[in-house]
């Protein structure tokens, strides 16, 4: 494959750069396939001609995973631009650009720590969308989804279960603690957690279980900002995701006796879906692959 195309060769097809964007958000051809009603030999084929008018290969593809190229991770960016001015000039010329609402659930850790790089993705193709938040523990978001009253709730978990759901990325959890301040050694292990129900709390009492190490519970609160607090005052160890460790915190290891957690798979539950949700839930997955979270 040529590393030097002519000019005109340089032309980028749109079509074939929707169907790229597909294939690294959905991390496979059979899923982009559902996305846009095509065949996989059609996304395939959409791949093949990229790759040729643009002169290099954008993803390397193995029986186990699909990974862009540096060309790939380039395009990426500039494709993603290129799609949502699209969708804003459309979106502009239809009249549709200062009308809809949204309402959405979203876990506290997922509100404190990706909404406000979620919403400046999402209003570039959807500049006068109006959007309610409600803050909340997954399960109880469901419930209001269920009733009618979300459209789309973005929450976690840290089992795989099959259901109607859309796994947007995983992260280890971790023992936050305070970054220089050595965890007691002598005494049960002191817990900042959410109340019941919540799946890091299950994670944290499930792990400390399974290796015989005693706890108790120093600090709940249904606060995320309030775990933390705790955490970082060297009050107690609090359960969370890696992204929502920040300054002050430090990640407890092994070498200090604490067991290692599960994954928190981090979900969009869209219910009856819509071009909007649809939309929303892509603008979190690009934030999520600027973090290298992977959805596999």
Known sequence: MSSHPSSSALALDIVLLRTFLSVVDLRGFAAAADRLALTPSAVSGHI????????????????????????????????????????????????????????????????GTWLAQ?????????????????????????????????????????????????LLWEEPLVWAFAEHTALPSD???PLSVFPEPCVYRESAINALAAADIDWRLAF??????????????GFAVSPVAQSQLRHGLRAVDESEGLPPLATARFHAFTGKPTPMTRALVDAVREVGRRRRFASD
């Open 48 to 111: 093949k001609r990229l790759e040729e008018s643009l002169g290099t290969r954008l993803l390397q593809r193995t029986t186990r995973q699909l990974d862009m190229t540096p060309a790939g991770e380039t395009l990426y960016t500039y494709a993603r631009n290129i799609l949502d001015l699209e969708q804003e000039v459309r979106a502009r010329l239809r009249g549709e650009s200062s009308a809809g609402r949204l309402v959405i659930g979203a876990s506290e850790d997922f509100a």
């Open 118 to 166: 979620v919403l400046q993705v999402f209003r570039r193709g959807h500049p006068g969308i109006a959007i309610e938040l409600r803050v909340g523990i997954t399960t109880e978001l469901l419930r209001q989804q269920a009733e009618g009253e979300l459209d789309v709730v973005f929450g976690k978990r840290c089992a795989r279960i099959e259901d109607d759901s859309e």
């Open 187 to 189: 005494e049960p292990v």
């Open 220 to 233: 709940e609160s249904r606060s995320m900002a309030g775990c933390l607090a705790a955490a970082q005052a």
